[in-house]
Each structure stands twice: as C-alpha cells, then as structure tokens.
C-alpha cells in the first residue's frame, strides 16, 4: 500500500490567510455592528420594533375569511408548495392566518419620518428591525401602534 498525500492547489500559508479572514469577519459582524453611527452623533443600536396589529382593521381578526380582501392578500404571498406542507399539519381552514399578512407599510413609513432605518421585516413576528439612538427608541415607543421596542 502506497502513502498517498493529497496536495492541494492552495498553500499552508493560503488557508492561513482564509482562517485570519474569517475569523476579522467573524468578529467585526458580532461585536463590530453593534453600535453604529448613521450619519447622527449619537451611536446607534439595533432594535426590533413589534406592531400592535397589521393595521387598520386588522386588530380584532385572529383568522381570515375565505373570501375576504385580506385572505386573498395573504394568500398571494403564499407558494403553492407552503399551503401543501402546511396541509399536512392544519386543517384547511386554518392554512391561512393573519400572520400571513404582510408588516403594514404606513406603520414602517411614520417610522422611516422619524429617523428609523429598516433593516429587516417580519411578518410572523409583525416587526421590522433598524438602528435607533436611545432618543428615537422612546419616541417611536410611544406611538399607538408600536406595541414593544426591544
């Protein structure tokens, strides 16, 4: 039986240099990006801003009509494929929900007006998340559709 070593295109000293790369990546996105400065003085954090409901209307339904403008809201965000899967778990009437529904803009706008910088949305969660100084934190907390700033 014959040693076979493997070599490979790149160098010890090519990998090392990987290694170092994504290590400084690693540590410049967890501890790096935690407070940032947007143009503003003050360092700003990341934050999740959770909404109260999906907007007007919307406050007092738990489950969509068959039928209704927003059930086929909804419905058009949804592949084929998730109301399938879903299938196999949920009862027919219950595959789409107010969940499904997306964040409401306007809310997401009066934010924007007030300085917020909108990274991500969800719609299970019904928040989206930006940076915020601490100034903007209790006065987008205080509006009537914010339901929790963390």
Partial sequence: ???????????????????????????????????????????????????????????????????SQLYKS????????????????IREENLIDITDLPVNQSYVDELVKRGFHPHVSSRWFNAVSGYLTPEQVSSIASLPFVKEVI
């Fill in 74 to 89: 909804a419905r058009e965000l949804i592949s084929d494929r998730a109301l399938w899967r879903r299938g196999k778990v």
């Fill in 1 to 67: 039986m014959r040693n076979v070593v493997l070599q490979t295109p790149r160098g010890a000293l090519w990998w090392k240099l990987e290694y170092a790369l994504l290590l400084s990546f690693l540590f410049v996105h967890f501890f790096g990006f935690h407070s940032v400065t947007l143009g503003q003085g003050a360092p700003q954090k990341k934050y999740w801003v959770y909404f109260q409901d999906k907007g007007p209307g919307t406050l007092e339904a738990v489950s969509l009509q068959k039928g």
